[in-house]
C-alpha cells in the first residue's frame, strides 16, 4: 500500500547489505516524517489545555521570540511553495505519488500548530515548551537520513528533483536555527530565579546555573546571590499540603489504636472477674508483686500512639515526584544493561574482518547516545530524590515546630529542650537520607536479578561460583561493620570524657593559671587521647580489611568464575565477547550489592526516627476550652469552681478555686513555697490541664513568668517583642524598670546583643526586661509571678512605685502580681492567701491583718527575722557586679555542635560562670563613652561602640586553602610513610593494567586454539598469573591501607598535642576575648574530622586519579592518537572542577551557617513557650521559623543544583572519552584484535564514575583539609611568657614576703585604656593589708598583675628583691597563693582538686581539711579523699566549696597569700570559719584581702583605697577614719562609726 502511496520500493533489507548502505526514499519520507509529527499533534492538546489552566499575566514580546515565530513563518512559506510546486507539475501525463500532497499539507497544518503554540508560552513563565523541543530534535534526527539520501542523488544524478531537494535543505536549516534558538532561555520579569525560565534543554544540563558558578568563581557567594525557592516548596506551602493528609492519616491511625485498646480492655476484664473468684487471702508479698506487675504494665501501655502514619501522608504529599523520578531511573537501569550489549556487539565487530565500517560508526554513535541518554536520566533522577529529601526535611522541620507551639505539657514532660532539637536535626535528617535513596530498594533488586541474568547468558551456571562470593563477602563484611561500629561508640565515649575535661579546662583556665597546673591536666587529657588514638588505630586497620575485601571482590569473582568457566568443560574457551562482556557486567553488580546494606541500615535507622516523630507529632495538643474569653463580662478575671492538674495521673494542683477579679485592680498573691502561687497562673493562661470548672478572662494577658525568659537579639528587640516602636512609651518603660543604668554600662545600650538564655546579663537584669516586655505590650490584664524576686530592694522599691503600684505604668491595668516581699502588701488592692492549692483567705491588707488568721501569724514571723527595716538587708552592689562579656552569637556554634552536643552546649553555658570572664569589662572607656542618660541617641548608623561585641566573630576562611596548609597535614603524616603509601598505590595500579593485559592475551587463545586442542598446562597459567595479579592488587591496597592508618594516626596524634600545648599556654585576654564553645569546637568538631573524615577522603583520592590514570594509559597503549583528544578533554575537566569547586565550598559554608539559628531559634521557642502563647505570638514565631527554613532551604538547593551541573558536565566528559575510543577502535580497526578493543571499552566504561567520584573527593578534601587550617590557627596563638626561664629564683623564695609596687601600670588589651595607672606602695613583711574601691577601680586588676595574668604596661612589682617579671610563670605562681572569688572545682576525685601533681601525702591533705573545718565531712564519705567532685562542684554547697578552697591554700603554705573576698553568698557562718583559720593560720604570711564588705579588712594593719586605678588612701584603718576622705564616707554608708563596731 505505501508503495503505491510514494510510488517507490518501500523497504528493502538489500539496501542495508552493502558497505554503502542507505534507507529507502519512501520509508525516509513516510515513516521517518510522521513519528516527530505524530508525537507534536498527540501531546498538542494535553499542552495547550494545561497552559490554558495555569495562565499568568501575558508577558511582553521578545527578541528571541519574534525570531522563533518567523523562522516557524518561513517553515510554513516553504510548506506552501512545496505544494503549489506539486500541483503547477501535476499538469503532466506521469500522475505525481500522493505522498507529494499530503506530507506538504501535513507540514502546513504542523507549521500551524507550533505558532500557535509558541504565540500560547507567553502566558507561562517558562516560555520554552519541553514537548516541542523535543519535536525538533526528533524531526532533525528522523530529517537527516533522507537528507544524507538526498545529497547522494544529487552527486550521482545533479538535476532529480533539484528544486524539492533544494525545499528540503532550507527547511531542514530552519529547523536546526529554531532547535538552536530554543535551547536559551527568555527571562520573565515576574520571577528573577532562572531556574523556572530556564528552557528545556537548559534546564536538562543544568545550563541556567552557570551564571552562579561564574560568580561563584569570581567572588566567595552571599545569601544574596542564591535564588529564592520556588513558591510550591516554600516551607509554608509543603506544610500546608502535608498537613491536609496528615489530619486524615492520624484520625485513621488513631481509630486503629482506639480499637486496639478496646480489644485489649474487653480480653482484660474477662480475665479480672476470672482472678477474684481464686482464693483471696492471698499472702501479702504476691499482692505487692501483683502491684508491680501493674506498675510495669502501666508504663508499658503510655508508650501506646497512633503509628504507621507519617510514611502515608508524606507519600501522598509527595507522590508526583516519586513517580517521576521511579520512571526516570527505570529507564537509566534498562540502559545500563545496553553497554554490555553494545560491548559485545563491537567485539565481534573487531573480530569479524568481514563486517562494514558503517555497522562501526553506527556502534559508536549509538554507545555515545545510550551514554548521553543515561546521564541525563540519572542526573535529573537524583535532582529530584535531592529536592525530595530537602522538601521532607523542611515539611518535617516546620511541623515539629508548629507541634511544639501546641504541645499539651503532659507530652511535653517527655522530651528535654535537647532531645525536641534533637528532634528536628537528627531525625528530619536522617528521614532525608533515606528519601535520597530510597528507590534503590527496587532498582538495586532489578539491577541484580537483571545482571545474573545476562551473566547466565554469557557463561552459564558457572557464574554461580561468582555470584556465590560475592554473597559470602556480604556478611563477612557485615561482620567487620558491627565490629568497627563498636570501637567507634568506645571512641565516642573516650572522646566525650576528653572533651569533658577540655570544657572544665577552659572554663577554669584563670584557677589553672593561678595555680600553676596546667601540666596536670594536660596528662589528663594526653592519656585520654592516647587511648582514643588505640582505638582509632584498630578502626583504621578494620577499614582498611574492609576495603581489601571490596577490592578483592571483582577480581576474585572474575578469577573464579572464568576459572569455573575453563575448567568445568573443555570446550568452553574464553574468548574476547564473553570475557569482557562479563567483567563490564560485574562492575555494574558491585554496586548494587554494596548499597543494598547501606540502604537497608539506614532505612532501620529512619525508622527509628519515623517512630520518634510520629509520637511526637501524634501527640495531645494544649486543651485550652476552659478558658473562656468573654468581652462583655464585668468581671477581668473569673475562676468558677477551677480544679486544675499539671498531670493527669496525679491530683489537682489547684482546687475548687472560685475568685473574681475586677477591671483594675491590684491583686497580690501570697503563700508558701509550693503553695501553687504560680500553678495558679498558669491555669489562667491556659497551660494546664482542667478537671473540672473553668476560667473566664475578658481583654488580652501580658505574663512575666518567675523564670525570666530572654531571646537571643537586641535588648530592644527583647523588650518591643515584635510590636511597633513608639518611642516615647519605650523611654518611659526603660526608665520605670531601672534598665537605664543598666544600659549605660552594657556595651551599646539597647543595642546591646545577649546571649542566648541571656547568658550576659544578671539574673536582676533579665528579670527587668522581662517586666520591660510585658509592660511596653498594651494589655488588659497583667500576670506578674513574682518579678521582683531576683533584684535588689532598692530597684525592687523603684520597680513597684513606677510599674506595679497604685501610681505606676500600669495603674488601672488589672494585676495579679505574686510576691514574697511583704512590705509591698500594704499598698495593693487585694490580697489572696494561697496554700495546698486552694484559697485560705482574701481581702485588703487591712481586713487580714484585723481577722488575726493565718496572714497575720505570716507577717508577724517575717517581721521578727527581718529587723527593723522590714527587709532583708542585701548587698547592694551584688547585682550590678555582674559582668557584660558577650556570649557568641548563634551563628557561631556550628553544626556538629549545634546539632551533637546541644545538651553539652547547654551545660557549658552553665558553667561559664563569672570568673571565666575578667571583671573590667565595661570600665571607664565604656562608662565614658556613654555618660549621657539617653541611650537612645546612639545612632544604628554610627560605628559600634568598642566592646559592645565583644567576642571577636570568628574568622572564617573564603576562598582556596593555602598549600601550606596541606604541607602542615603531610609533614605530621611524615614524608617517609607517604613515600611508601604512594608507591604501594602505584604497584596497585600497575598489577591492575597487568591483570587486564593479561586477559586480553588470555582471550586472544580462543583464536589460536579452538576448544578441543586447548592444552592444559597453557590453561592453568592464565588461571594463576590472572589470579596471583588479582591477588597482588588487593595485597597492596591493603598495605596502603594500613599504613595510611598510622600516618593519620600519627598526624592526628602530633596536631592535637601541639593544639592543647599552645591553648594551655595562651594568655588570659585570649580566653577572655573568645568563648568556650569556639575552642571546645577546634577539640570536637575539627579534631575528628582530622581523625576520621580526612584520612578517608585523601585515600580515595588517591585511588581515584590513580584508576583514572591507569585507564587512560590502557587506552592509549592500544591507540596511541588517543592522547589528542585527552588533552583538550582534561583541560576542560580541570577548568570545570575549579569552578566547580570554588562555588560548592561556599553554598557548604552557607548551608552551615543557616541552619544553626534554625535550631537555636527553635529551642528558645521551646523554652519561652508559656510566654509565646501567654502574649499569643505563636504566627509570629512560625513566620519567623519559616523563614528560617527558607532560608537554609535556597542554600541547600543551591548546593544540590551545583552538584548535579558539576556531574552533568563530567559525565558528558566521560561519555566523550567512551565515544572517541570507541571511535578509534573502529577507524584502527585493521591493526586491532577484538580482545583489546574489549579491553579498552570495559575500562573507559568504568571511567564516568570514577571522574565523577574524584572531583567529589577533591573538594571533600578542600571542605575537610580546613579542620587543619582551623587547628593551624590556634596552634600559632600568641603565648604568654614561658612557665620556666633559665633565670631561676633563690631557693625558699620568697622568704619574708615584702611586695614592692613601683609605678605600676597595667592595660587588659592593647586597645583599651589602663585600669591601674601608676600604683606605688611598700608592702612589708606579714602584713595584712585591705584593698576597697568601688566596682571597677582597679581591685581584682591588682591580683591579676601580681600572678602576671596580666602583664604589666609600665612599672614593675618586686617581691623579695626579685622583680617578678624576670622569671618563669610557673616559678611565680607556684610560690603564691590565691583564695579566689569563685569556688572553681574541677570534676575528679577531691584529693584531685586539692593536689593534682600528688606532692603532698595523705596526713598533710587530712591536716588542711581539718584545719578547713572540712575533715568530719570529708572523713563521712564514702569514698573519703576519692570521693568524686562533680562537673564544677555541683554535688558540693557552696560554702563546701570554698572551704576546699581554702584547704588548697592550706597546703601551699607560701609566703604570700592573697584572698580575692567571695562575693558568692557564702553563710555568716562559713564566712566566720574561713576569717578565723585565715587569721590563725596565716598569721606568718603577708596577706592582701580584696574586699567587698567593709567588716572584713577593719582588722587589717593598712588599707588600701583605689579609685579609678589610682591610689587615693594609704594607711591604717583608724587613720582613715579620722580624715574625712573616700574611705570614711565608704565606712558610713556602712554604718561603721570605729574600728570597733564590726561585730557581726
Known amino acids: 500500500m505505501l508503495e503505491e502511496f510514494c510510488n517507490s520500493t518501500f523497504w528493502n533489507s538489500s539496501f542495508l547489505d552493502s558497505s554503502e548502505a542507505d534507507l529507502p526514499l519512501c520509508f525516509e519520507q513516510t515513516v521517518l516524517v510522521w513519528i516527530p509529527l505524530g508525537f507534536l499533534w498527540l501531546l498538542a492538546p494535553w499542552q495547550l489545555l494545561h497552559v490554558y489552566r495555569t495562565k499568568i499575566k501575558r508577558s511582553s514580546i521578545t527578541k528571541l521570540y519574534l525570531a522563533k515565530q518567523v523562522l516557524v513563518g518561513f517553515l510554513l512559506i516553504l510548506a506552501a511553495i512545496e505544494l503549489v510546486l506539486v500541483l503547477t507539475e501535476d499538469s503532466g501525463e506521469a500522475t505525481v505519488p500522493a505522498i507529494r500532497y499530503t506530507n506538504p499539507s501535513l507540514y502546513l497544518g504542523t507549521w500551524l500548530l507550533v505558532l500557535l503554540i509558541q504565540y500560547s508560552r507567553r502566558w507561562c513563565i517558562q516560555k520554552d515548551s519541553w514537548f516541542l523541543s523535543l519535536f525538533w530534535i526528533l524531526s532533525i534526527l528522523c530529517g537527516s537520513f533522507q537528507f544524507q539520501t538526498l545529497i547522494r542523488t544529487l552527486l550521482k544524478d545533479s538535476n532529480s528533483n533539484l528544486a524539492y531537494s533544494c525545499l528540503f535543505f532550507i527547511g531542514y536549516a530552519l529547523q536546526i536555527l529554531v532547535l538552536i534558538l530554543s535551547a536559551f532561555s527568555e527571562k520573565d520579569a515576574s520571577s528573577n530565579n532562572p531556574s523556572f525560565t530556564a528552557s528545556f534543554l537548559s534546564s536538562i544540563t543544568f545550563s541556567w546555573y552557570d551564571s552562579i558558578v561564574m560568580k561563584g568563581y569570581k567572588q566567595p557567594l552571599t545569601l544574596e546571590d542564591v535564588w529564592d525557592v520556588d513558591e510550591q516548596i516554600t516551607t509554608k506551602a509543603l506544610v500546608s499540603k502535608f498537613e491536609k493528609y496528615m489530619v486524615e492519616e492520624l484520625q485513621k491511625a488513631r481509630k486503629t489504636l482506639q480499637k486496639q485498646q478496646q480489644r485489649n480492655t474487653q480480653g482484660k476484664s474477662g ?349 495531645d495538643d494544649l486543651d485550652t476550652s476552659a478558658i473562656r474569653r468573654d468581652s462583655s463580662s464585668d468581671k477581668a478575671v473569673q475562676f468558677s469552681e477551677a480544679s486544675f492538674t499539671w498531670d493527669r495521673d496525679s491530683e489537682a494542683t489547684i482546687r475548687d478555686v472560685n475568685l473574681d477579679i475586677m477591671p483594675g485592680q491590684l491583686v497580690a498573691v501570697v503563700g508558701t513555697v509550693g503553695s501553687g502561687k504560680s500553678s495558679l497562673m498558669s491555669a489562667m493562661l491556659g497551660e494546664m490541664e482542667d478537671v473540672h470548672g473553668h476560667i473566664t478572662i475578658k481583654g488580652t494577658i501580658a505574663y512575666v513568668p518567675q523564670q525570666s525568659w530572654i531571646q537571643n537579639g537586641t535588648i530592644k528587640d527583647n523588650i ?117 492549692g486552694t484559697i485560705l483567705e482574701k481581702g485588703s491588707y487591712n481586713t487580714l491583718l484585723a481577722k488575726k488568721g493565718l496572714f497575720a501569724k505570716i507577717l508577724k514571723t517575717f517581721t521578727k527575722q527581718t529587723g527593723p527595716e522590714g527587709e532583708a538587708t542585701v548587698n547592694e552592689d551584688s547585682e550590678e557586679d555582674d559582668d557584660c562579656g558577650l556570649m557568641p552569637s548563634v551563628e ?4 556538629e555542635v549545634a546539632s551533637l552536643t546541644m545538651k553539652r552546649e547547654n551545660s557549658l553555658h552553665r558553667t561559664l560562670s563569672r570568673s571565666s570572664r575578667s571583671r573590667s569589662r565595661h570600665q571607664k572607656s565604656l562608662r565614658n563613652s556613654l555618660k549621657t542618660r539617653n541611650v537612645n541617641t546612639l545612632k544604628e548608623e554610627e560605628e559600634p561602640v568598642k566592646g559592645q561585641k565583644l567576642i571577636k566573630k570568628e574568622f572564617i576562611q573564603t576562598g582556596k586553602v593555602k598549600f601550606s596548609i596541606y604541607l602542615k597535614y603531610l609533614r605530621a603524616i611524615g614524608w617517609y610513610l607517604i613515600f611508601l603509601i604512594i608507591f604501594a598505590y602505584v604497584i596497585n595500579s600497575v598489577a591492575y593494567i597487568g591483570s587486564n593485559l593479561w586477559l586480553s592475551a588470555w582471550t586472544n587463545d580462543s583464536k589460536a586454539f579452538n576448544g578441543t586442542n586447548y592444552p592444559a598446562s597453557q590453561r592453568d597459567m592464565r588461571i594463576g598469573v590472572y589470579g596471583v595479579l588479582g591477588l597482588a592488587q588487593g595485597v597492596f591496597v591493603l598495605m596502603a591501607n594500613l599504613l595510611s592508618a598510622h600516618g593519620s594516626t600519627h598526624a592526628s596524634n602530633i596536631l592535637h598535642r601541639q593544639l592543647l600545648n599552645n591553648i594551655l599556654q595562651a594568655p588570659m585576654s585570649f580566653f577572655d576575648t573568645t568563648p568556650t564553645g569556639r575552642i571546645v569546637n577546634r577539640f570536637a568538631g575539627d579534631i575528628s574530622t582530622v581523625d576520621d573524615t580526612l584520612p578517608q577522603s585523601l585515600r580515595s583520592w588517591i585511588l581515584c586519579f590513580l584508576g583514572i590514570i591507569s585507564t587512560l594509559v590502557m587506552i592509549c597503549t592500544a591507540t596511541p592518537v588517543f592522547i589528542i583528544v585527552i588533552i583538550p578533554l582534561s583541560i576542560i575537566y580541570v577548568s570545570i572542577q575549579i569552578f566547580y569547586v570554588a562555588t560548592s565550598r561556599q553554598l557548604k559554608r552557607l548551608d552551615s551557617v543557616t541552619r544553626s539559628p534554625i535550631y537555636s531559634h527553635f529551642s528558645e521557642t521551646v523554652s519561652g513557650l508559656s510566654v509565646i502563647r501567654a502574649f499569643e505570638h505563636q504566627q509570629r514565631f512560625l513566620k519567623h521559623n519559616e523563614v528560617g527554613i527558607d532560608t537554609n532551604q535556597k542554600c541547600v538547593f543551591s548546593w544540590i543544583v551545583s552538584n548535579r551541573w ?30 583489546t578493543v574489549g579491553f579498552v571499552l570495559s575500562n573507559a566504561l568504568n571511567i564516568t564514575q ?110 623579695d628583691g626579685v622583680d617578678i617579671a624576670s622569671i618563669g610563670l610557673h616559678d611565680l605562681r607556684e610560690k603564691l597563693t590565691i583564695i579566689p572569688q569563685d569556688p572553681i572545682l574541677f570534676s575528679g576525685s577531691l584529693r584531685m582538686n586539692l593536689d593534682p601533681f600528688n606532692h603532698y601525702s595523705d596526713e598533710e591533705i587530712w591536716k588542711a581539711l581539718e584545719l578547713a573545718h572540712l575533715k568530719t565531712f570529708v572523713a563521712g564519705l564514702q569514698l573519703g579523699l576519692s570521693h568524686e567532685v562533680a562537673e564544677a562542684g555541683d554535688n558540693l ?64 594593719d593598712k588599707i588600701i583605697v583605689l579609685d579609678n586605678g589610682k591610689i587615693v588612701e594609704y594607711g591604717s584603718p583608724q587613720e582613715l577614719l579620722r580624715n574625712s576622705g573616700p574611705f570614711y564616707l565608704m565606712a558610713k554608708e556602712a554604718g561603721i562609726e570605729n574600728v570597733n563596731s564590726t561585730s557581726f
Not at 311 to 324: A, H
Not at 892 to 895: A, D, G, K, R, T
Not at 1472 to 1493: D, G, N, P, V, Y
Open 892 to 895: 557561631e556554634i556550628p553544626e
Open 1250 to 1359: 570514577t571522574l565523577n567520584w574524584l572531583v567529589r573527593m577533591t573538594s571533600e578534601i578542600e571542605t575537610n583539609i580546613v579542620a587543619v587550617e582551623r587547628i593551624n590557627e590556634y596552634i600559632k596563638v600568641e603565648n604568654e611568657a614561658p612557665w620556666v626561664t633559665d633565670k631561676r629564683p633563690p631557693p625558699g623564695w620568697p622568704s619574708k614576703g615584702e611586695i614592692r609596687f613601683n609605678n605600676y601600670q597595667v592595660r587588659y588589651r592593647p586597645e583599651l585604656d589602663l585600669v591601674l595607672r601608676g600604683i606605688t606602695c611598700d608592702i612589708r613583711s606579714m602584713e595584712k593589708i585591705g584593698v576597697v574601691g568601688r566596682t571597677g577601680a582597679g581591685k581584682s586588676s591588682l591580683t591579676n598583675g601580681l600572678f602576671r595574668i596580666l602583664e604589666a604596661a609600665g612599672g614593675q612589682i618586686i617581691i
Open 720 to 836: 518591643l517583642f515584635g510590636s511597633e516602636l513608639d518611642e516615647k512609651r519605650y523611654q518611659q518603660v526603660l526608665e520605670a524598670c531601672a534598665l537605664l543604668p543598666d544600659l549605660e554600662v552594657l556595651p551599646g545600650g539597647d543595642l546591646a546583643e545577649i546571649g542566648e538564655k541571656g547568658i550576659n546579663l544578671s539574673g536582676g537584669q533579665k528579670q527587668r526586661i522581662s517586666l520591660a516586655r510585658a509592660t511596653y505590650q498594651n494589655s488588659d490584664i497583667y500576670v506578674l509571678d513574682d518579678p521582683l524576686s531576683a533584684v535588689d530592694a532598692h530597684v525592687g522599691r523603684h520597680i513597684f512605685n513606677k510599674v506595679l503600684g497604685p501610681n505606676g505604668l500600669l495603674k488601672g491595668k488589672t494585676r495579679l502580681l505574686v510576691t514574697h516581699s511583704i512590705h509591698f502588701l500594704p499598698q495593693v488592692d487585694e490580697i489572696v492567701v494561697l496554700g495546698n
Open 1206 to 1235: 558539576l556531574a552533568v558536565r563530567l559525565e558528558l566528559i566521560g561519555n566523550l572519552i567512551v565515544f572517541f575510543s570507541s571511535l578509534m577502535m573502529v577507524i584502527y580497526k585493521a591493526t586491532l584484535s577484538g580482545d
Open 1437 to 1500: 554547697s557552696i560554702g563546701q566549696r570554698q572551704l576546699l578552697c581554702l584547704a588548697r591554700a592550706l597546703l601551699r603554705k607560701s609566703k604570700i597569700l592573697i584572698m580575692d573576698e567571695a562575693t558568692a553568698a557564702v553563710d555568716l557562718e562559713t564566712d566566720h570559719l574561713i576569717q578565723m583559720t585565715i587569721q590563725k593560720e596565716f598569721s606568718h604570711c603577708t596577706t592582701i584581702t580584696i574586699a567587698h564588705r567593709l567588716h572584713t579588712i577593719m582588722d587589717s
Open 271 to 619: 480475665e479480672r472477674l476470672h482472678d477474684l473468684n481464686k482464693n483471696q487471702s492471698q499472702s501479702q508479698d504476691i499482692l505487692v508483686l501483683e502491684e508491680v506487675k501493674k506498675k510495669k504494665k502501666k508504663s508499658g501501655t503510655t508508650e501506646k500512639f497512633p503509628k504507621s502514619w507519617l510514611v502515608k501522608s508524606l507519600f501522598k504529599t509527595f507522590y508526583v515526584i516519586l513517580l517521576k523520578s521511579f520512571l526516570l531511573k527505570l529507564v537509566f537501569d534498562l540502559l545500563t544493561f545496553l553497554n554490555p550489549q553494545l560491548l559485545k556487539l563491537l567485539i565481534s565487530f573487531a573480530n569479524d574482518p568481514d563486517m562494514y565500517v558503517w555497522t562501526g560508526y553506527f556502534y559508536s554513535v549509538l554507545f555515545f547516545v545510550v551514554a548521553l541518554i543515561q546521564s541525563l536520566c540519572l542526573q535529573s533522577y537524583f535532582q529530584m530524590c535531592f529536592m525530595l529529601g530537602v522538601n521532607v526535611r523542611t515539611t518535617i522541620m516546620a511541623s515539629i515546630y508548629k507541634k511544639a507551639l501546641t504541645l499539651s505539657n503532659q507530652a511535653r514532660k517527655q522530651y528535654t529542650i535537647g532531645e525536641t532539637v534533637n528532634l528536628m536535626s537528627v531525625d528530619a535528617q536522617k528521614l532525608m537520607d533515606v528519601t535520597n535513596f530510597i528507590h534503590l530498594l527496587w532498582s538495586n533488586v532489578l539491577q541484580i536479578a537483571l545482571s545474573i541474568y545476562f551473566l547466565w547468558a554469557e557463561l552459564g551456571p558457572s557464574i554461580l561460583a561468582g555470584v556465590g562470593v560475592m554473597i559470602l563477602l556480604i556478611p563477612v563484611n557485615g561482620l567487620l561493620a558491627s565490629k568497627s561500629r563498636a570501637i567507634q561508640v568506645k571512641n565516642m565515649k573516650n572522646k566525650d570524657k576528653r572533651l569533658k575535661i577540655m570544657n572544665e579546662i577552659l572554663s577554669g583556665i584563670k584557677i589553672l593559671k593561678y595555680f600553676a597546673w596546667e601540666p596536670s591536666f594536660k596528662n589528663q587529657v594526653h592519656e585520654l587521647r592516647k587511648k582514643e588514638l588505640k582505638n582509632l588505630l584498630t578502626f583504621g586497620q578494620m577499614q582498611s580489611v574492609m576495603v581489601f575485601l571490596l577490592y578483592l571482590t571483582p577480581v576474585l569473582v572474575s578469577v573464579i568464575t572464568f576459572s569455573v568457566y575453563t575448567l568445568v568443560d573443555s570446550n568452553n574457551v574464553l574468548d574476547a565477547e564473553k570475557a569482557f562482556t562479563s567483567i563490564t557486567l560485574f562492575n555494574i553488580l558491585r554496586f548494587p550489592l554494596s548499597m543494598l546494606p547501606m540502604v537497608i541500615s539506614s532505612l532501620l535507622q529512619a525508622s527509628v526516627s519515623r517512630e520518634r516523630l510520629e509520637k511526637y507529632l501524634g501527640g
